[in-house]
């Protein structure tokens, strides 16, 4: 049995959790109609930066467990991984600025960074996802990288489905953090 590393399990089980208790908390906020500066409000941005700069650390994380035999593999995983921590640090200047109005006002994150950060995030992310579906043997299931990119559509429909999203994007990530049998694939789905 191969033993997960301790920090890829702490990764897959706390970021979702993070996630989640911001889902809720920013649901809390909106409990009077709207969302803004108040105690759940910074609370829960508090959480949901933490939960950013972990997904930085985490995509850094996923590019060492990705086999790279070909220069054109080492070049996909390499660009995933800057793709991803770019995308991670448009999220945190977006986050800070939430909680800091003043960084807001003064260095707002620039309109093209708005789209470009979380798509070059969730592309980085799943690239990395689907290069460990990809090698031979497979690393993860099929479902997994599935399973995080139905988590981002689910925040992408509405914020309010962030709770939802945590909860799945924890279960496409509970390969990552389970023991395996060494030279173990996964098999089918």
């Not at 793709?83 to 986050?95: E, K």
């Not at 939802?164 to 994007?169: F, G, P, T």
């Not at 496409?172 to 996964?186: H, I, K, N, S, V």
């Amino acid at each position: 049995m191969t033993s997960t590393a301790p920090t890829t399990r702490l990764f897959c089980v706390l970021i979702p959790f993070l996630l989640l208790v911001y889902g809720v908390l920013r649901l809390i906020d909106g409990m009077d109609g709207a969302h803004g500066p108040g105690v759940a409000w910074n609370l829960g941005h508090t959480f949901f930066l933490a939960a950013f700069l972990l997904f930085g650390a985490f995509v850094v994380m996923l590019r060492g467990l990705v086999p790279t035999a070909t220069i054109r593999s080492r070049t996909a995983a390499a660009a995933a991984m800057v793709a991803g921590i770019f995308g991670a640090g448009c999220f945190v200047w977006v986050i800070l600025g939430d909680l800091f109005s003043g960084l807001a006002d003064s260095a707002p994150l620039p309109g093209p960074l708005e789209f470009a950060g979380p798509l070059a995030f969730q592309l980085g992310l799943l690239t990395l996802l689907i290069m460990l579906v990809a090698v031979r043997p497979r690393r993860l299931p099929v479902w997994s990288p599935a399973l995080v990119f139905v988590s981002f559509a689910l925040i992408a429909v509405s914020l309010d489905l962030i709770p939802l999203a945590a909860v799945v994007l924890a279960t496409g990530l509970t390969p990552l953090a389970r023991d395996r049998t060494p030279g173990a694939a996964y098999r089918g789905l």
